[in-house]
């Protein structure tokens, strides 16, 4: 979820380290309280065939609140009002920009790559070529 959210980069400045807290501030809650999962109930051999059943898909609130025993009222009340008070389209859009100013902020560093060593092998032009091999083939 990481990579997909952020890419593959280097982020390694203050200003990179804030946004990226903002974006798991705004995507931990769109996260666990809006997008359902579905989790492996069994999974069953048959030879070489594997079965795989799931049960439905709720998201992690929800599965939290089946199990009474592990949350107490007070969390129970904080989760239910972040639950009716987040706008998930907002969130997601607060996600977007953060993204948005990470990347840019990417850009304007200047990233330089180093020229390849075997850069004649990767133009696949042969500087010194021993044998005129046919056009075509005989």
């Known amino acids: 979820m990481?990579?997909?959210t952020v890419g593959y980069w280097r982020y390694d400045t203050p200003h990179q380290l804030a946004?990226?807290?903002?974006?798991?501030?705004?995507?931990?809650?769109?996260?666990?309280?809006?997008?359902p999962q579905q989790k492996l109930v069994?999974?069953?051999?048959?030879?070489?065939k594997v079965t795989k059943r799931y049960d439905t898909a709720?998201?992690?609130?929800?599965?939290l609140?089946?199990?009474p025993d592990t949350l107490d009222d007070i969390d129970a009340t904080m989760l239910a009002k972040r639950y009716d008070t987040l706008n998930p389209a907002?969130?997601?859009?607060?996600?977007?920009a953060y993204q948005q100013t990470l990347l840019s902020l990417v850009a304007r560093q200047n990233i330089t790559r180093?020229?390849?060593q075997n850069a004649t092998y990767l133009t696949r032009t042969k500087l010194d070529e021993s044998t005129n091999h046919p056009k075509r083939a005989t």
Request: glycine share 2%; aromatic share 6%; proline share 4%.
């Open 2 to 4: 990481v990579r997909r």
């Open 19 to 35: 946004l990226l807290n903002q974006i798991w501030t705004a995507l931990s809650p769109l996260t666990n309280l809006f997008t």
């Open 42 to 48: 069994s999974k069953t051999r048959t030879g070489a």
């Open 58 to 63: 709720a998201t992690p609130y929800q599965r």
């Open 65 to 67: 609140l089946t199990h």
């Open 90 to 96: 907002q969130a997601r859009r607060d996600i977007t």
């Open 114 to 116: 180093r020229s390849k």
